[in-house]
């Protein structure tokens, strides 16, 4: 079966500084994706990035980038130099397998950016 | 460009009342639709999802039901309503190519009191 765990459940951090999400997952499948949403107070889910289980390549897009590690089986999520805009629940996410197109959920880590 | 609606976005219904929330898909065709259901808190449980028209795969057991009548529109039902199905419904719609993001509408706030 698959699971997702983020163990923080509130982050809160003042303007400018840097937060990094955990994000563990759990799945017997080889191939499988990786995705990271952001809610804000809107409620509508904003899909971020996504990485692929063959690509451990770290990336950087804007203020945001992401660490895959296969071995401990974490993909964490960082954003550099928080805004205010910032703030929201960010959930972690699961597509395992090539022929299984349902996503697993975390539970959510709500991130608040104080000015 | 793709774009996805549900309606409507907020709703208060009885315990025991009727409930039918839903969802439309637009430029593209024969997408993969799904209905999850965020309680209070909580994160984001997958109802039920569609791969084609009259096709519904359920995973919860519950008293909700789904349909799928045309080709993008998903329907998200109930024929009395617990207390317990208070929460956000969101709808997804799977994006093209084989990675497999879902993009997600704008959500639907049910109360049930």
């Known amino acids: 079966a698959q699971k997702v765990t983020q163990a923080q459940t509130e982050i809160s951090v003042v303007e400018k500084e840097d937060v990094t999400l955990d994000c563990v997952y759990e799945t017997r499948d080889t191939t499988y994706y990786l995705f990271w949403y952001k809610q804000p107070p809107s409620g509508e889910l904003v899909f971020l990035i996504r990485r692929n289980s063959f690509d451990e390549q770290n990336e950087i897009s804007g203020r945001y980038s992401w660490n895959f590690q296969k071995s401990t089986s974490s993909f964490n999520f960082t954003i550099t130099a928080s805004q205010v805009v910032d703030s929201a629940v960010y959930f972690c996410?699961?597509?395992?397998?090539?022929?299984?197109?349902?996503?697993?959920f975390g539970a959510g880590t709500t991130v608040t950016v104080r000015a | 460009s793709q774009t996805i609606h549900q309606w409507p976005a907020t709703l208060v219904q009885p315990v025991g009342s009727p409930l039918s929330l839903e969802c439309t898909v637009e430029?593209?065709?024969?997408?993969?639709l799904y209905w999850y259901r965020q309680a209070a808190g909580r994160g984001l449980q997958l109802l039920f999802y569609s791969v084609g028209i009259g096709q519904i795969s359920s995973e919860v057991p519950q008293n909700l039901s789904a349909s799928r009548p045309q080709d993008r529109q998903f329907i998200l039902s109930s024929k009395k309503l617990l207390l317990s199905d208070s929460g956000f419904y969101l709808c997804?719609?799977?994006?093209?190519?084989?990675?497999?993001?879902?993009?997600f509408g704008e959500g639907s706030r049910l109360t049930v009191l």
């Open positions: 996410a699961l597509r395992p397998g090539p022929n299984d197109y349902k996503l697993s």
């Open positions: 430029g593209t065709s024969n997408p993969n």
């Open positions: 997804a719609w799977k994006g093209t190519g084989d990675t497999g993001e879902l993009f």
